[in-house]
């Protein structure tokens, strides 16, 4: 079954923890990408990374860290999370070369920065 | 660059009733459009999406969209609401380019009333 996977699905951290949230695909899709979802702004793309080791910037980058070093798996770390990293972050994978397909969401991941 | 517009972050209709959600977008190339679902507690599914070709697009669950470049318009129906489409709409814009950025609007919560 085709899946994409996040962990952990609800996370409650004080200000200054690192953390990593990981995302993991069975697709074998090349493109993979991390959005924050907050109230009436919709889904903010904040990295997305076009194979393994590349990588680039969404709408919403400050804050946030990715890596891409095997093309299954690409986690999402906050090295130094602060309240308004609030938010609910999803994972997405799709084939990259063609725009109009689908991208594939995960369950999301439900963050609480305190 | 590319930007959604949802009108109404709160739509409410009766069960059995037409669903009319809005949604207008700008673009400077021709743009690949989407309408994703979000359930309560899920990730995003996609309901539709329009690449090229017929501008009258049918998805799931009875849903469809029409393409309208000359308003800008990529709205989403459904004549009779039931109440399992409760749920948050998406409308999103992709661009035919190799940036590969999916932008989203502020999303759409739709209440079906019995």
């Known amino acids: 079954e085709a899946q994409v996977t996040q962990n952990p699905r609800y996370l409650i951290t004080v200000t200054g923890k690192k953390l990593t949230v990981t995302c993991s695909q069975n697709?074998?899709?090349?493109?993979m990408s991390w959005y924050r979802q907050d109230p009436g702004l919709g889904l903010r793309q904040i990295y997305y990374s076009m194979n393994v080791e590349v990588t680039d910037k969404g709408d919403v980058p400050e804050g946030y860290k990715v890596s891409r070093k095997e093309k299954r798996n690409f986690p999402l770390i906050l090295e130094s999370p602060s309240p308004n990293q609030t938010s609910l972050y999803f994972c997405?994978?799709?084939?990259?070369?063609?725009?109009?397909?689908?991208?594939?969401f995960g369950p999301g991941t439900r963050l609480t920065v305190l | 660059a590319q930007s959604v517009t949802q009108l109404g972050s709160h739509v409410s209709v009766s069960e059995g009733a037409l669903v009319l959600l809005r949604c207008n977008y700008s673009s400077s190339v021709p743009p690949y459009l989407f309408w994703y679902v979000q359930y309560p507690n899920q990730g995003l599914q996609l309901l539709l999406k329009y690449t090229t070709g017929a501008t009258l697009v049918k998805g799931i669950n009875g849903f469809e969209a029409e393409f309208k470049k000359s308003e800008t318009s990529f709205h989403l129906t459904k004549p009779s609401a039931h109440m399992s489409d409760a749920a948050e709409y998406f409308c999103?814009?992709?661009?035919?380019?190799?940036?590969?950025?999916?932008?989203f609007g502020g999303g759409t919560r739709l209440m079906v009333k019995p």
């Open positions: 697709m074998n899709h090349e493109y």
């Open positions: 999103a814009v992709a661009l035919n380019n190799a940036g590969n950025m999916l932008t």
């Open positions: 997405a994978t799709r084939v990259p070369r063609r725009t109009g397909d689908t991208q594939y």
